[in-house]
């Protein structure tokens, strides 16, 4: 150990839990006060601590501390799992939650991570109280939330590039950044009555998916690049008519109604609006849960910009017309990926029920369609008539049938009689 340079001390330091880290100012007098320069802290929970308040305390200390050291903070981890603790971690959930977190971002830390692990998650987030304020920091690029609330007022940091959330419930009627670029959200609860405005002048990629409640208001994200969408199965955006499909086209239920009139207001979609300007879609859902897609693309939606597209399932409707609109309104799009793995419903290649364009040829920018199946069943079959009947000739569709065993696949030759 004495042959290590002194540059290399906080270095190694910071890849140790905070308590063993501070632990190793004991060790020779020129580790005294390394761990007040290590680049990283990591804060969590370790046997000993005999209550809430005497953890409390040392986190308070170690964040003060850390703050007068002479090099600035790079990130600081909160990694808390309720099994770790030795007695009800409660009171250190909600002092991190309501006080640590902005006393690390005090630390003019640049990145900052928050992850809560209960034993039984259910509704541990929507326990919290509310956020007692907004973050404030002028140096804080990447925060990485998982299972608190939160408002979405990141407004006081104007360097914020980079916001990952995992299972929060969110707050708020809006989410307004001039510096973010990433923004992932998965599993996270929005409301569930009105939906949430994104509008984001930087943001290059978009994750969101699996998502409680009403699908956001994607207004603004004009610098968009690549977007990943996938609705879950406890998404606010489904018909509560009888028939769903009927509530696509013009005889719809009061919702869908109201839904229709406020779209008609804004003058375009919920959804593929904000998305337009991506270069690379993926967009899924399974086909019971795929409603404000549908619902959308009677918009008929442009994308200029769009090169590559990934659909599942829930694009299937008889005589897809949703995909021939997606090809028709995309006049840069060079590869098309259909996932078909849903089990096979005979429905699905049945009369088709949402005609979205007159019939028209598909233009010559798609160079390739890719399908990507368990079994080259009646459906695949009816997908190439019809891409076929649009102007797809069989040699730019390629179909990769998957085996359900890791690591089998296989290109299927499309060279076949469809009849």
């Known amino acids: 150990m004495d042959g290590l340079l002194d540059e290399l001390l906080p270095v190694i330091v910071s890849f140790l839990p905070a308590h063993d880290a501070v632990r190793t100012c004991v060790l020779a007098k020129r580790w005294r006060h390394v761990w007040t320069s290590a680049p990283a802290i990591r804060i969590t929970a370790v046997k000993g601590f005999r209550s809430a308040d005497q953890f409390n305390r040392f986190v308070d200390r170690l964040l003060l501390q850390r703050r007068q050291g002479p090099r600035p903070l790079e990130s600081c981890e909160f990694n808390m799992i309720e099994s770790d603790f030795e007695f009800d971690w409660s009171a250190c959930v909600e002092h991190i939650y309501l006080h640590s977190l902005h006393s690390a971002l005090q630390c003019n830390v640049q990145s900052l991570s928050c992850h809560f692990m209960a034993t039984d998650p259910t509704d541990f987030a929507e326990d919290l109280p509310d956020p007692a304020a907004p973050f404030l920091s002028h140096h804080i690029q990447r925060l990485q939330l998982s299972f608190i609330r939160s408002s979405l007022d990141f407004s006081g940091c104007p360097r914020l ?3 990952q959330m995992h299972e929060c419930v969110i707050l708020a009627d809006s989410l307004v950044s001039n510096s973010l670029q990433y923004l992932s959200m998965s599993c996270c609860q929005l409301y569930m009555r009105h939906r949430t405005s994104i509008s984001l002048p930087h943001l290059v990629r978009l994750d969101f998916t699996d998502c409680f409640g009403k699908m956001p208001l994607f207004e603004s994200l ?40 406020f779209t008609a207001d804004r003058g375009r ?14 967009l899924s859902a399974s086909y019971d849960h795929a409603f404000i897609f549908q619902r959308d693309l009677k918009w008929r939606p442009k994308f200029p910009m769009l090169k590559t597209l990934v ?16 090809i028709q309104q995309s006049p840069n799009l060079e590869k098309l990926t259909l996932e078909l793995f849903e089990e096979f419903d005979s429905s699905m290649v ?12 598909v233009p010559d920018h798609l160079k390739m369609v890719e399908i990507k199946c368990e079994t080259v069943d009646v459906r695949v079959n009816k997908i190439l008539k019809i891409l076929n009947t649009y102007g797809v000739s069989l040699d730019r569709i390629y179909i990769r049938q998957t085996d359900t065993s890791p690591g089998c696949s296989a290109f299927v030759s499309t060279g076949f009689n469809l009849n």
Request: net charge negative; hydrophobic share 40%.
């Open 161 to 163: 590039l980079d916001l």
């Open 222 to 261: 004009p610098s968009l690049e690549k977007a990943i969408v996938r609705i879950g199965e406890f998404t606010g955006d489904e018909c509560d008519g009888s028939d769903s499909v009927c509530c696509l086209q013009e005889n719809a239920c009061w919702e869908c109604r109201f839904a229709f009139e």
């Open 269 to 282: 979609s919920y959804l593929f609006q904000g998305l337009s300007r991506a270069s690379h879609l993926e």
């Open 311 to 326: 659909l599942d399932d829930w694009c299937l409707d008889a005589d897809l017309s949703a995909v021939i609109l997606f």
């Open 350 to 361: 049945s009369e088709g029920s949402n005609h979205l364009l007159p019939g028209a040829s």
